[in-house]
């Protein structure tokens, strides 16, 4: 057996790194985190690199003492909480005095500070080493630099995603500080540009900084009291979703976090407005007092602990159906304009059409009314988050808001082929459709035309049978496939657009539609960058020119949330069996000779095909049965 060896401080602090400062963002988001907690009220975030080649905070908060300069890098080392008790209603984000000595320990950090009547002070600690303090110039607040993050820990820096992944990444987490942190004004640089700016004026002007002004007009505003939690923010209207959950923040006690429950209860309310592959738009804050909730679950802090998981539950569905559903309540709950009028009658009793239902609404049991809508879970199947295991080192992906086991997350966006769609199971597939198509091919050599019924129908007769082929659905099917193959082979001619669309997006999906660029453009979407998270489209695919764009975008955007890999082909199935139903013959219109005969030629003697819709392109029909119609035999 080796001797056993008590760590020194510095290794030690290198493997704790791992659980709290894994990606860049980590970094940003304890540093930021230890601004708000001195106090600050003006934020300043530099990152260059994606955070690799330096992050920097600038803050206005109470900043460090002299002599508590070196102690900041150390472990344990807080002044947050002094005693176990302390850890029961922690008031600040920060308390474990672990993220200092974390990035320091793979980083080369520089902190200058100052307190209130005293002078300026720097210090630097490069891989854990502290190093001396000295004179510094600074007016109030604290200045962190962080440079070369992971530097000394060379696997980990290996794991880190392209510099652009990162940034995206950390530009998401700076806009959950300053939609969690309204009465502080942030400024965000990327790269020496500014990119991210609030102003310290509450909600309202931090949602419309960050999502931009319009928002604002689509969302109701509320601040409710239920059941002895506080729930307040802006939800979005019932025609206001998007394509895929990266607009979503709750903020617990102002605290960012993730939490199935809250996020069950709230997809629960919108679940009768929501179509498919919609998702609700919310900023919330939940007010709920320290001790019917545990924070320390973990180092990163991404989850926490309810006393009662149903309580958190109902309160927050009630609040957000109420308002959704327009009830009694809903009055109580919705701020400013959106207030929904209330009209009492002379006995004092409301006689609002959209208060008519609330009494028999289940507004305080909404467990009840849950079980009745398609998409909703059952209060039991309710993850518990008691379940969260406190020992597994989180990630990114946490912070993320969850999907549904059906849907898997792979929020960094990394792109995953889903099984079906890769390698050998495609071509099987592919094979197996071809073959099951093909089968029943005619030699078109040996058919005679024979008229058309109704101006729909080709007749053709060869040997003992006759054949219907129902001319629109056979050329639409033509068409389909011609444009399929076009799209396949990047053989398409784009369009110019009159207007060019121009489009803006959040961090995480304008790094989503970055990667897919290519892609996007090689099937003929003339799609580039335009600023900060816009984008324009300027040309379409000359077969698709009547596309709605903006839904074609979304479209893409909702596979930011899947295991899929961004398949356009499949998209873009149905908009071209749109334009080839367009294009096509219609039924009832009356074919030449020869457009008759270049149908036929076309179709090549492929009776078994079928439109895109799965209408059959061609009907047989045996002598024999024409036969027995006449009853000639039986
Ligand atoms: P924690 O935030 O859990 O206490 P940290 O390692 O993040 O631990 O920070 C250690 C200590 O350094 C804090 O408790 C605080 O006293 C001090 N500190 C860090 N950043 C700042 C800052 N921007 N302004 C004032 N004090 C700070
Ligand atoms: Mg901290």
Redesign the pocket.
């Known amino acids: 057996m080796k001797k056993i060896n008590i760590l020194d401080r510095n290794i030690y602090n290198r493997i704790a790194a791992g659980e709290v400062v894994d990606r860049p963002y980590s970094a940003v988001k ?2 930021i ?3 708000i ?2 106090g ?1 009220t003006d934020i300043e975030i530099y990152v260059e690199n994606g955070g690799r080649q330096l992050i920097k ?1 600038v ?1 206005n ?4 003492e002299r002599d ?1 300069l070196p102690a ?1 890098f150390a472990p344990h ?4 909480i002094s005693k176990v008790e302390d850890l029961d209603d922690v008031k ?10 974390s990035i320091s320990a793979i980083s080369k950090v520089e902190i200058v ?1 100052v307190t209130a009547g005293n002078a300026a002070w720097k210090i630097t600690c490069d891989g854990g080493n502290v190093g001396q303090i000295s004179p510094a110039a600074l007016g109030k ?2 200045v ?1 630099s962080v440079r070369n993050l992971f530097y000394n820990t060379p696997v980990r820096a290996k794991f880190l995603k392209t510099d652009k992944k990162e940034e995206a990444d950390i530009t998401n987490f700076v806009t959950r500080y300053i939609l969690g942190n309204t009465s502080i004004s942030f400024k965000y640089y990327v790269d020496g540009e500014l990119v991210l700016q609030s102003f310290g004026g509450g909600l309202d002007e931090a949602v419309a900084q960050v999502y931009g002004a319009k928002t604002l007009s689509q969302c109701y505003k509320i601040d409710a009291e239920k059941d002895g939690f506080k729930v307040s923010g802006f939800i979005g209207n019932q025609n206001f979703f998007k394509p895929n959950k990266t607009y979503q923040s709750v903020f617990l006690n102002g605290r960012y976090i993730v939490n199935n429950t809250i996020a069950t209860a709230i997809n629960n309310a919108y679940a009768s407005y929501m179509m498919k592959r919609q998702f609700p738009f919310y900023v919330l804050n939940i007010g709920v007092s320290g001790d019917f909730v545990d924070v320390n679950v973990h180092p990163n802090k991404a989850d926490v602990r309810f006393l009662d998981n149903r309580r958190v539950f109902g309160a927050v569905y009630s609040v957000v159906s109420s308002v959704l559903d327009g009830t009694v309540k809903a009055a109580d709950f919705v701020v400013g304009e959106k207030r929904i009028p209330e009209i009492k009658s002379t006995s004092g009793e409301c006689v609002n059409k959209i208060y008519s239902q609330p009494e028999t609404a289940p507004l305080v049991m909404p467990y009840e009314k849950i079980s009745e809508k398609p998409t909703s879970v059952a209060a039991n199947d309710l993850p518990q988050s008691q379940d969260f295991d406190p020992t597994r080192d989180l990630t990114f992906n946490d912070y993320m808001p969850k999907q549904s086991v059906a849907e898997m997350t792979v929020t960094d966006g990394t792109v995953l082929p889903s099984i079906e769609n890769y390698g050998l199971f495609k071509a099987e597939k592919e094979f197996r459709e071809k073959e099951r198509e093909t089968q029943q091919k005619i030699d078109c050599k040996s058919c005679k035309f024979r008229g058309s019924l109704f101006d729909t129908y080709l007749l053709y007769e060869v040997g003992e049978t006759v054949y219907l082929i129902d001319q629109h659905a056979a050329h639409e099917r033509l068409i389909y496939d011609e444009l399929r193959k076009k799209m396949r082979e990047r053989n398409i001619v784009r369009q110019p657009m009159l207007i060019p669309y121009i489009f803006s997006v959040n961090s995480v999906e304008a790094q989503f539609l970055e990667s897919n660029l290519q892609l996007l453009r090689s099937m003929g979407f003339g799609l580039s960058v335009f600023g900060y998270c816009s984008f324009r489209v300027d040309e379409v695919p000359v077969n698709l020119q009547d596309i709605d764009i903006g839904a074609f975008m979304d479209e893409i955007l909702a596979q930011i949330s899947s295991l899929k890999s961004v398949s356009v082909e499949d998209i873009l199935k149905d908009k071209i069996a749109t334009c080839a139903c367009k294009h096509a013959v219609k039924g009832g219109m009356r074919l030449t000779e020869q457009e008759v005969d270049a149908l036929f030629e076309m179709l090549d003697g492929n009776i078994g095909l079928k439109c895109p819709h799965g209408r059959p392109v061609c009907v047989a029909l045996a002598k024999r049965d024409i036969e027995k119609m006449f009853k000639r035999i039986v």
């Open positions: 304890e540093l985190e230890n601004s907690d001195a600050a905070i803050d908060g109470c900043g460090i508590d900041a080392a807080t002044s947050k600040t984000l920060g308390f474990r005095g672990e993220a200092l000595a500070s607040g604290t962190i």
